[in-house]
T-cell receptor, first 113, second 111 residues
Framework: DAGVTQSPTHLIKTRGQQVTLRCSPK?????VSWYQQALGQGPQFIFQ???????QRGNFPDRFSGHQFPNYSSELNVNALLLGDSALYLC????????????FGPGTRLTVL | DAKTTQPPSMDCAEGRAANLPCNHS???????VYWYRQIHSQGPQYIIH???NNETNEMASLIITEDRKSSTLILPHATLRDTAVYYC????????????FGDGTTLTVKP
C-alpha cells in the first residue's frame, strides 16, 4: 500500500520564478492538504482540495494556487517566488467523511535564492 | 494562531515512559485532540487522537482530563527512535484538514 508521495524531493529556484510541486495521496484517499513548514516551525496550512476544488484555505496569498486531478493527485503552484518561500512543503492526504487523521508525505524542500 | 500550548523541549531516559503535556483550554465540544510527531527531515506521522475518553494504540496512550482542557501523550517505553518533535493539535473529526500546528515539543530520548 503506497503512502503519500511527493516530487521532487529538493528544488532550487531564484526569486521571481514559478514552481510546481506534486503529490500523490495514499491509496484510497480522496482529500489532499498542503502545508508550508519553515525551518524550526510547525507546518502551516495552505489549502485543501476535495473533489477537484479548493475547499479551505489558510492565510496565504494568491501566489499560492493548486489543483486536484480526477485521480486525486494534486499540484501546488507558487508564482513570483520570494526568498521567504523557502521551506519544506508537505502534502497530506485523508479520506472524506471518515476521520481527520492525515497521512503526510516526506515533503519537498524548496530553496529560493 | 495555535490553539494548543506545549513545552518547547523535554528529555527522557531510554526505556522510561515519556509524558508529553498539552494545554488546549479553549477546546470546543466537537473538537478532538490529535497527536503527530515529526522525525528530522520527514513528514509528520499520526500517533493517536481522542475526544474525551482515554485512548491507547500500539504507539502510545492519550490521557485527556475530564474538563478536556489538557491532555498527555504517553510513550510507555521510549527508545532512541522516539526522538522527534511532537505536535498536539485540536480539530473537528470531520476531515476539515485545516490543522493548526504550533511549534511542538522536541523530545530527546537519551541512552
Amino acid at each position: 500500500d503506497a503512502g503519500v508521495t511527493q516530487s521532487p524531493t529538493h528544488l532550487i529556484k531564484t526569486r521571481g520564478q514559478q514552481v510546481t510541486l506534486r503529490c500523490s495521496p495514499k491509496s484510497g484517499h480522496d482529500t489532499v492538504s498542503w502545508y508550508q513548514q519553515a525551518l524550526g516551525q510547525g507546518p502551516q496550512f495552505i489549502f485543501q482540495y476535495y473533489e477537484e476544488e479548493e475547499r479551505q484555505r489558510g492565510n496565504f496569498p494568491d501566489r499560492f494556487s493548486g489543483h486536484q486531478f480526477p485521480n486525486y493527485s494534486s499540484e501546488l503552484n507558487v508564482n513570483a517566488l520570494l526568498l521567504g518561500d523557502s521551506a519544506l512543503y508537505l502534502c497530506a492526504s485523508s479520506l472524506e467523511g471518515v476521520t481527520d487523521t492525515q497521512y503526510f508525505g516526506p515533503g519537498t524542500r524548496l530553496t529560493v535564492l | 494562531d495555535a490553539k494548543t500550548t506545549q513545552p518547547p523541549s523535554m528529555d527522557c531516559a531510554e526505556g522510561r515512559a515519556a509524558n508529553l503535556p498539552c494545554n488546549h483550554s479553549t477546546i470546543s465540544g466537537n473538537e478532538y485532540v490529535y497527536w503527530y510527531r515529526q522525525i528530522h527531515s520527514q513528514g509528520p506521522q499520526y500517533i493517536i487522537h481522542g475526544l474525551k475518553n482515554n485512548e491507547t494504540n500500539e504507539m502510545a496512550s492519550l490521557i485527556i482530563t475530564e474538563d478536556r482542557k489538557s491532555s498527555t501523550l504517553i510513550l510507555p517505553h521510549a527508545t532512541l527512535r522516539d526522538t522527534a518533535v511532537y505536535y498536539c493539535i485540536v480539530g473537528p473529526n470531520t476531515n476539515a484538514g485545516k490543522s493548526t500546528f504550533g511549534d511542538g515539543t522536541t523530545l530527546t530520548v537519551k541512552p
